[in-house]
């Protein structure tokens, strides 16, 4: 489930969650135009100690929308920092209906993010969700592929680095490939549980 395929890893180096974390600031730090991310599983499991979350899953959902206003906010250096350097950062989001508990709550977050200027687009995609992974690109000079194990909720234990040429075109394909041919949803603008019109 989710897994991604050996083309991708193919030249890449193992990570451990450490070194993909640092593998992160060195690429950032490259980056000069685009940073993409692409989201596919529909349950992640968040760190522990996720206040927001343990709020939207206790049933305070008032709650967990302040705590996630909270959260997004001390990311405006993050926000600033795009800013200054005039980067497309964008999240690419994939969607199953209906929506899991964990997307459920992950809405009220995108939507505050939103509404503080971050980009997320919402897709529909033209294969079964499953067969989609989790990568960040990084202009066209690094990616990063997270792992999330095999169970059925993500949970990031390493990943994979890349610069090979062939994995970053495949990625960006991809990414170009669901803009293109998958359905934009609209889930923050309307219903829950089914794409808007």
């Not at 000069?32 to 599983?41: A, G, H, I, N, S």
């Not at 899953?57 to 795009?82: F, H, I």
Request: proline fraction near 5%; hydrophobic fraction near 35%.
């Amino acid at each position: 489930m989710h897994q991604p395929p050996a083309w991708a890893l193919d030249g890449g180096e193992r990570l451990t969650l450490e070194g993909f974390l640092g593998a992160f600031g060195e690429a950032w730090a490259r980056t000069e135009r685009r940073f993409l991310k692409l989201e596919c599983w529909q349950s992640y499991r968040e760190a522990d100690g996720v206040r927001s979350q343990e709020a939207f899953q206790a049933g305070d959902s008032t709650r967990a929308r302040r705590l996630l206003e909270v959260e997004a906010m001390e990311d405006q250096p993050l926000r600033d920092e795009v800013r200054a350097r005039n980067l497309e950062f964008t999240r690419v989001r994939l969607l199953s209906y209906p929506l899991s508990d964990y997307l459920r709550y992950e809405m009220i977050n995108y939507e505050v993010r939103s509404r503080l200027g971050e980009r997320i687009e919402f897709f529909l995609p033209p294969s079964p969700v499953h067969s989609y992974f989790d990568f960040l690109l990084f202009d066209s000079h690094t990616a990063l592929i997270h792992d999330y194990g095999s169970g059925p909720v993500g949970y990031q234990i390493g990943g994979w680095l890349t610069h090979a040429r062939k994995a970053l075109n495949s990625l960006a394909d991809i990414a170009a490939d669901l803009r293109t041919h998958g359905e934009r949803a609209w889930p923050l603008g309307g219903s829950r549980d089914r794409p808007r019109a």
